[in-house]
């Protein structure tokens, strides 16, 4: 090996080696600030409020990132036909973005693709390329670096570039879009996971993670569509009829938050009609009546309160098959004497009123 890539080889472990410190000393310093703050709370909040800037470890690991920032410079100076500048590259523009440099890391990512295209690295810089124009919501770069990204053959980058790439249709408001992607990757991910992958740094773990995102995040999709039914069958297909309640449930929370109460009440009552005696249906059947208040239809709201009395009384059906959970029937019986007082005190209201 040449003396003087020899030389930079070494120059580039001890660079790697002083950022890995950093990053140690730097998640150490937090942890300590952290304790320093749960114990200031817990002796309530007396003297002043520790800070992280008073951290030892918070200036050793700066000292430490400083001396690798040079020491990535010094290769890229010394030694320009060093065979892994690539990497050299990489790791700085990486070790700058981190650092909150992000205009100079961006830079260095730019030259690793301009300069090595071919790279193992280029795919990687075009994802954090995305991910930057996405955080600065410029999309239309942000699409063309993800799908840049996802022409590599990496599963861990293929995977997470076309996540993003839905992300990035729905906040362009092209929601069936979105949904497409969503299930792509729900699709590979589960693929990934049913064979080995040849990419080690996209770990099992990793892939469950980027499945569950997808599977939540696309909710989201599903209620801008107003996809009842397309939800309640994709999710049950997917992840079987028990687990798709999670996400169903969700799609009729965004619905009440979004104010779209229509859809809200037929999802809430889909849910109950499914899932007649799931922990949640007594709170479930508050929501549909809270939502029949909200759009003014006082008969379905008395109907409704009525229909909750008869089906989560102590000696309902829903109560009996609920006789283990102790603190569910309490908040469900709580409820309904708290709706059936409301009811008769409407009806109260109304007798005088007559009268008058």
Not at 41 to 61: M, N, R, S, T, V
Not at 195 to 209: H, L, M, P, V
Request: with cysteine; charged share 30%.
């Amino acid at each position: 090996v040449p003396e003087g890539e020899q030389k930079a080889e070494l120059v580039f472990r001890l660079s790697e080696m002083f950022w890995g410190k950093s990053k140690f000393l730097h998640l150490k310093a937090m942890r300590q600030w952290d304790e320093q703050l749960d114990a200031w709370h817990e002796a309530g909040e007396k003297g002043a409020q520790p800070k992280l800037e008073e951290i030892a470890e918070l200036d050793q690991a700066d000292l430490f990132k400083r001396e690798a920032l040079k020491l990535y410079d010094q290769i890229l100076e010394k030694y320009p036909n060093y065979p892994r500048k690539d990497e050299v590259l990489y790791n700085l523009g990486s070790s700058l973005y981190e650092s909150g440099d992000k205009q100079k890391g961006v830079e260095h990512y730019w030259k690793l693709i301009k300069q090595f295209p071919d790279s193992a690295f280029a795919p990687d810089a075009w994802l954090q390329l995305g991910e930057h124009f996405f955080n600065a919501n410029k999309l239309t770069q942000a699409i063309k670096a993800y799908q840049k990204a996802a022409e590599t053959k990496k599963p861990r980058i293929f995977s997470y570039a076309q996540y993003k790439l839905a992300w990035c249709d729905y906040n362009l408001q092209d929601y069936e879009k979105a949904l497409e992607k969503f299930r792509d990757v729900i699709a590979y991910s589960k693929q990934q996971l049913a064979t080995k992958s040849t990419d080690g740094n996209f770990e099992a773990r990793d892939k469950i993670q980027l499945l569950d995102e997808a599977l939540s995040d696309m909710v989201r999709a599903y209620s801008h569509l107003d996809a009842i039914e397309g939800a309640v069958e994709f999710y049950t297909a997917e992840v079987g009829k028990e687990k798709a309640y999670r996400y169903l449930r969700k799609l009729a929370k965004l619905y009440n938050s979004e104010g779209k109460h229509d859809q809200e009440i037929k999802t809430y009552e889909r849910l109950n009609t499914d899932y007649p005696y799931a922990p949640e249906a007594p709170e479930n059947h508050t929501y549909i009546m809270n939502a029949y208040a909200q759009l003014g239809k006082s008969k379905e709201v008395r109907r409704e309160v009525r229909r909750m009395i008869d089906l989560y009384s102590p000696n309902g059906v829903w109560a009996q098959k609920n006789a283990g959970n102790k603190d569910v029937l309490e908040r469900a019986f709580e409820t309904v004497e708290q709706e059936l007082a409301n009811l008769v005190t409407e009806k109260h209201k109304e007798a005088q009123q007559t009268k008058l």
